[in-house]
């Protein structure tokens, strides 16, 4: 199937993530590996329930993934990472070679210079006849302007490739999915740890300081960043021992201290 034929483009929807799934549940029903992107949207979420900002030239894309196991998901969060990630450098590459300032923030936020240049949301449904779990990637990226949001820095690829030079969000999104696709067929073959290795080698370096809050709680703990366990939880070496972290949100300290968690 190539990508025009599992390609659909909206123009406003309240939300790429939401359309997904309604299209997962009805009659019609969706295939695995369809996706779609809009214009805007009017109700545009990030983690934790956080608005996100569509500002029109941006990209919201949404893509569905039947999967075997609510295990996968975790798998796919760090794929998607790295699917967005070399998304980002393919175009940022086309306009300048400095590669450098663009990482992974743990789990899967894209940064450049400590900006927030993408982000991640992954959910799931299952179909209540087919019993299918069907897994919607969710990405945003800025790519013709970063929104003002408050106590955030956010950066766009037009931005960074020079005003005039960023793609559209068509070609964005073909290049996002195909990249999912080879993650996908990498960790298939391969396994979480070959996934995990690329990640780290785009991801913040080993003894970066980072401050992290454990999933809910108001609790921060800080240390070093020492390194992910064989499942992807967050390691930090503090003045008491290795914290794990397995959800939350965490703040990359040393790199700029306006970057807020997001």
């Known amino acids: 199937m190539s990508d025009q034929d599992s390609f659909h483009f909206l123009d406003t929807i309240d939300s790429t993530n939401v359309e997904i799934k309604r299209r997962f549940l009805s009659e019609e ?12 949207q009017t109700g545009g979420q990030g983690r934790q329930g956080r608005e996100w900002s569509s500002p029109e030239g941006n990209l919201y894309y949404s893509e569905l993934r039947i999967i075997e196991s609510y295990k996968d998901v975790n798998a796919y969060a760090f794929i998607t990472a790295l699917s967005a990630f070399d998304t980002a450098s393919f175009f940022i590459q086309k306009a300048t070679k400095d590669i450098l300032p663009l990482m992974i923030k743990w789990p899967n936020d894209i940064l450049w210079n400590g900006d927030k240049l993408a982000g991640i949301l992954l959910e799931t449904e299952k179909h209540p006849q087919t019993k299918a779990i069907g897994l919607v990637i969710g990405v945003g990226m800025n790519v013709l302007e970063a929104p003002e949001v408050k106590d955030r820095q956010l950066e766009s690829l037009n931005t960074i490739m020079k005003d005039g030079q960023a793609p559209t969000p068509e070609r964005v999104a073909k290049r996002l999915h195909r990249y999912i696709q080879t993650w996908i067929d990498i960790y298939n073959e391969k396994g979480l740890a070959t996934i995990l290795q690329a ?22 703990i800080e240390g070093t960043f020492s390194g992910l366990t064989s499942s992807g939880a967050l390691q930090i ?26």
Do not use: C, M, P
């Not at 990640?199 to 921060?220: F, L, M, P, V, Y």
């Open 29 to 40: 029903g969706l295939n695995d590996a369809d996706f779609l992107i809009a214009k805007t």
């Open 199 to 220: 990640w780290r080698q785009r991801s913040h370096n080993i003894g970066d300081i980072i401050r992290a809050k454990h999933g809910t709680s108001e609790n921060t």
């Open 237 to 262: 070496e503090t003045k008491t021992g290795t914290e794990t972290i397995y959800a939350g949100d965490i703040f990359l300290v040393a790199q700029k201290e306006k970057q807020k968690a997001s």
